[in-house]
């Protein structure tokens, strides 16, 4: 609202300032209203000073929409949890909202988690459950109004995959154990022995390593890259009724023609979200399993 306003009175806004002010980070939470934007400004910390790093440890737009993520999926689980309690304490089974519950974390389990890390995998199904859901969750509040999402935030995909990479490799050595985990930084070629082989173990060491690195580095990226470019293409043509908004005879129709264009675009950020949700799961399943069944 009150970009239009500058809009109307200036005769231009600036698009590039819009956008990464509403997909950035903030200390500030802004809420239009008739009247004009309410700015709530979110507690400030005092920052650590750790030798030559300094770290900011402020609540954030982003830190409060993943807290709420959070939220989200403990108020559902509770609550479809206690409606299939009930469902089963009578002998009945499962309907309504908790059946549909139940059924989707019966998906996540069976055909992500346990079919893709094979034996063993039910003990990781309640990682790769939480993932699903959060990430969903995450996702869903940027299509909200006046919402963020989290996983558009780069620092906050990395620490998801970063976590999934702890539990690739900590998982692994401990199912492997220090030789086999050793097997899988330096490859032993089938059939070749002597100091070929070792010579050739070592120079493959490094491309071990990095491949390695790649797996939560691709986690990272995919999943921050696809929820932030959305963001960019919605509020960049949102950004166009502003550019025009100061001419009266082309503004309903180029109003009424990014609306239509943007209802599209929301409907497919909507399937973004479900499918990057799944594909973090998927991946996260696929890798921990590879470092499970090395052998």
Known sequence: MMLLQQAEEAGKVNIGEMVMHHAGDSNTIDIDYIFGVAHINLPRVAPIHLGPLTLDISPTKHVVFMLIAALLVFVVMRTAGNALEKRRATGKAPTGFGGVIEAAVMWVRNDIAIANIGHGGEKFAPLIITLFFFILFSNLLGLVPYGASPTANLAVTGALAFMVFLVIE??????????????????????????????????????????????????????????????????????????????????????????????????????????????FALLSAVFIGLMQHEH
């Open 170 to 279: 900590i998982a692994g050595f401990m199912k492997l154990g220090p030789k086999g985990y050793l097997a899988t930084v330096f490859p032993q070629v089938p059939g070749l022995h002597g100091p070929g082989a070792v010579v050739l173990s070592i120079a493959m060491a490094p491309i071990e390593v990095i491949g390695k690195l790649v797996k939560p580095f691709a986690l990272a990226v995919r999943l921050f890259g696809n929820m932030t470019a959305g963001h960019f293409v919605i509020l960049s043509l949102f950004g166009i009724v502003l550019m025009f908004g100061h001419l009266p005879m082309a503004r309903w129709g180029i109003g009424f023609t990014t609306a239509a264009l943007v209802t599209a675009i929301m409907v497919l950020e909507l399937i973004v979200a479900c499918l990057q949700a799944y594909v």
